[in-house]
């Protein structure tokens, strides 16, 4: 099976800080996806990546940075905390082999708390 | 633009009961829909999905959907519900914009199975 981990499940950090998401899967796979999930707004994806040091903006990109340096890690980066960015964060990945038709596999996401 | 549409926010059904959890899409050109569920502090987990061939997909957890192209739906189906069934369910359909098959994700529609 896929296993894709988020390094935290919770997280309380403060307004300003630098804040690091971390993301890892097992799979080799090629793509990676950060997205935020708030209630009645579904999944909104912040950034991907289609390869190692490859990375595409997403549709709410702002405040957000990402990094790949290495192809089975994604990390997520707050530039500079802000309240608004409380929220819950999950990680998928998924193989681009096979085509276009193979479903992302889902980390169990961080819930970040920012004050 | 693509999009998908999850016109229920809620759903209630009584175990044993059949359920149906809706989802109606707007694509240019083949529509490629999943189904996702996500259990209480989970990420989430693919169901099924629906890329071309026979309308009626089965999936995971005795979960099928039927792929309507004339009502641009693909509702989610399953004959005899579970308390254990109880989740938050979303629909998404393969975004056209990102190289990387992002998904573009419905609001979702949290389901509640009685005992």
């Known amino acids: 099976d896929v296993k894709v981990t988020q390094s935290s499940r919770y997280l309380v950090k403060r307004t300003g800080e630098k804040v690091f998401l971390e993301c890892v899967q097992d799979?080799?796979?090629?793509?990676m996806f950060w997205y935020r999930q708030d209630p009645g707004l579904g999944l909104r994806l912040i950034y991907f990546?289609?390869?190692?040091?490859?990375?595409e903006k997403g549709d709410i990109p702002e405040g957000y940075s990402v990094s790949r340096e290495k192809k089975e890690r994604f990390s997520l980066i707050l530039e500079s905390a802000s309240t608004n960015q409380t929220s819950m964060y999950l990680c998928?990945?998924?193989?681009?082999?096979?085509?276009?038709?193979?479903?992302?596999?889902f980390g169990d996401g961080t819930r970040l708390s920012i004050l | 633009a693509q999009s998908v549409a999850q016109p229920e926010d809620q759903v209630n059904v009584a175990e044993g009961n059949p359920l149906t959890v809706k989802c109606t899409y707007s694509?240019?050109?083949?529509?490629?829909l999943f189904w996702y569920v996500q259990y209480p502090n989970r990420g989430l987990q693919f169901l099924l999905k629906y890329i071309t061939g026979d309308n009626l997909v089965k999936g995971s957890y005795g979960f099928e959907a039927e792929f309507n192209k004339s009502q641009t739906s693909f509702h989610l189906k399953k004959p005899s519900a579970l308390v254990s069934d109880s989740a938050l369910y979303f629909c998404?359909?393969?975004?056209?914009?990102?190289?990387?098959?992002?998904?573009?994700f419905g609001t979702g529609t949290r389901l509640t199975v009685i005992p």
């Open positions: 998928a990945s998924r193989t681009k082999r096979g085509g276009p038709n193979q479903p992302q596999h």
């Open positions: 694509v240019s050109g083949n529509p490629y």
């Open positions: 990546s289609y390869d190692v040091k490859m990375k």
């Open positions: 998404a359909v393969r975004d056209l914009r990102g190289g990387a098959n992002n998904l573009f």
């Open positions: 799979m080799d796979h090629e793509n």
